[in-house]
């Protein structure tokens, strides 16, 4: 019997690749995240100024994701999925001009050509994985897909530990400020391909992957390609449903946890412990571990445990962690960053999945507000770089642990209106 089924019959190819792409977005993600010091560094910037990376990369999640949710009610999932992939792949590429450029506003540039590709890819995606198989397993369907999503982002850590960090020049910012304009050019061209090298040869994967779907026919029972686009309709059942918009409210302040967890636990760990960059970016590998080996003991235990009690365990968890980093800035806060990625772990597609629950035809718009959440690792690193350059990293944590406050909220709720099944 289908219900008996993880995924559709004829889908377990389609799945497969589609858990590639999961691994491929968390690649960009966590590259992405030492940006803000790696740019600090290069461009003499406050960690305010350097933020704009992560503004840059998720501001681009949330102008997209309107627009790939019309192109899949439109089309298929599998031309949002192919749409994603290509963008993401011009926007990898820019990162060769923009080290020859060696202007902070070119990869700025590139980011967010990257990062709407992977909005679009993202859009389509989760949704799609949803739609492979029975809606009584759709959430769990979801978060063995989103385990894999943490193999890409233990990659993309370990490329900027290994090719990137290590590559960034010891000299301080006053200590540039006194070299010479040529001098200076040299030090950053050097640190500047360092950092485009792996974007680059990330684009030339993701090529393959885009060829690997497009000789694929992907169509889930539930699509009909060429259907009218009611926006304005869905949009207003979708707002007037209050378990879907709190679920938008939720992602965006769990994406901003994650964001700002991983953002700066550098600065954190620096500051804490007196290593530097690359010393400090075999913690954030750490945390990312934690992050890839808790998905998937997650995934099993949503077999037992109902979603959204875990949701909210995790994020009550997550706030007293984050609560030991303010309060004790030395190992034990450490450990305690390292330690949210357990909290973080479940979040996304457990959010994801309960928000979405019996939307039907409403699920592709409502898949684009969800992502268009993801404006929260846009907005709150902004939020908590500023705190960082006024009172230091340790009470910059706080913001992430009133962003859990939040979630463990939303976990609550679904509780109380009995609408957490374990799906």
């Not at 999961?22 to 690649?27: C, D, H, M, S, Y």
Request: with cysteine; glycine share 10%.
């Amino acid at each position: 019997m289908a219900e008996r089924h993880f995924v559709y019959p004829g889908m377990k190819l389609p799945f497969a690749l589609l858990v590639v792409c999961f691994a491929a977005w968390g690649v960009a993600a966590n590259m992405t995240d030492p940006l803000v010091q790696v740019f600090s560094r290069v461009f003499s910037m406050s960690t305010l100024q350097a933020s704009l990376v992560q503004f840059a990369y998720y501001g681009a999640y949330f102008c997209l994701a309107l627009p790939a949710a019309f192109i899949n009610r439109r089309f298929s999932y599998r031309t949002g999925v192919l749409t994603g992939l290509g963008l993401a792949i011009l926007g990898a590429f820019l990162f060769y001009p923009a080290s020859i450029a060696m202007t902070y506003g070119y990869f700025l540039l590139a980011l967010f050509t990257l990062a709407g590709g992977l909005s679009i890819l993202e859009t389509s995606a989760n949704p799609f994985v949803i739609a492979m198989g029975p809606e009584d397993n759709a959430t769990r369907r979801l978060n063995f897909a989103q385990a894999f999503n943490p193999v890409g982002t233990n990659i993309g850590v370990f490329l900027s530990a290994a090719l990137i960090l290590p590559n960034l020049n010891t000299a301080s910012s006053e200590e540039r400020a006194a070299l010479g304009a040529e001098a200076l050019l040299a030090i950053r061209s050097d640190e500047l391909q360092a950092v485009m090298l792996p974007y680059v040869g990330f684009a030339f994967v993701l090529v393959a992957i885009w060829i690997a779907i497009a000789l694929r026919p992907m169509r889930t029972r539930q699509e009909a390609a060429g259907g009218n686009v009611a926006f304005g309709a869905t949009l207003r059942r979708l707002l007037g449903n209050r378990h879907y918009t709190f679920g938008v409210v939720a992602q965006f302040f769990n994406v901003a946890a994650q964001t700002c967890t991983w953002t700066f636990t550098l600065q954190y760990v620096m500051a804490a412990l007196g290593v530097n960059e690359a010393g400090a970016g075999w913690y954030l590998q750490a945390s990312l571990i934690v992050f890839l080996i808790s998905r998937f003991v997650m995934t099993w235990a949503m077999g037992l445990v109902r979603p959204a009690l875990l949701l909210t365990v995790m994020a009550l968890s997550g706030s007293a962690l984050s609560l030991i980093a303010v309060v004790v800035p030395g190992v034990p806060g450490v450990w305690a960053v390292v330690a949210l990625s357990v909290s973080l772990s479940l979040m996304f597609p457990t959010i994801y999945g309960l928000a979405l629950h019996g939307l039907g035809e409403d699920t592709k718009f409502g898949a684009a507000g969800l992502v268009m959440a993801i404006l929260g690792g846009a907005l709150m690193p902004m939020v908590q770089g500023a705190l960082l350059d006024g009172f230091g990293p340790a009470l910059s944590y706080i913001v992430p642990g009133l962003c859990f406050l939040v979630i463990a909220a939303y976990g609550v709720f679904d509780l109380s209106r009995g609408a957490a099944r374990r799906v």
